[in-house]
């Protein structure tokens, strides 16, 4: 079994910073995309930033510039570093993987989600 975990979701300032972070664990083969996504009341979820294996990244034109991905292959952990949060960013994060169990099984895996809430 793999599965995913998220942390990291607080209540914030407009300014202020935030670093999720999302854990993988269980039968693991190999990890090729992660990214995070954002769900906030009444929209749809939305691709806020993603990475490859390699290193290669995308973002959202909405958070480009302030929002910062990254990974580590050895923890099998992606991270998403967030600064200048607007209140616009209010969200729940989920974050997911595209990931190779030991038995050869490639599936998408999402996490549970993690509040995001920026408000003065």
């Known amino acids: 079994q793999v599965q995913l975990v998220e942390s990291g979701g607080d209540l914030v300032q407009p300014g202020e910073s935030l670093r999720l972070s999302c854990a993988a664990s269980?039968?693991?083969?190999?990890?090729?995309?992660m990214g995070w996504y954002r769900e906030a009341p009444g929209k749809q979820r939305e691709l806020v930033a993603g990475?490859?294996?390699?290193?290669?990244?995308n973002y959202a034109d909405s958070v480009k510039g302030r929002f910062t991905i990254s990974r580590d292959n050895v923890k099998n952990t992606v991270y998403l570093q967030m600064d200048s949060l607007k209140p616009e960013d209010t969200a729940v994060y989920y974050c997911?993987?595209?990931?190779?169990?030991?038995?050869?099984?490639?599936?998408?895996?999402w996490g549970q989600g993690t509040q995001v809430t920026v408000s003065s």
């Open positions: 269980g039968s693991i083969f190999s990890i090729s995309i």
């Open positions: 990475i490859t294996s390699a290193g290669s990244t």
């Open positions: 997911n993987a595209v990931i190779r169990s030991t038995t050869m099984v490639t599936n998408l895996y």
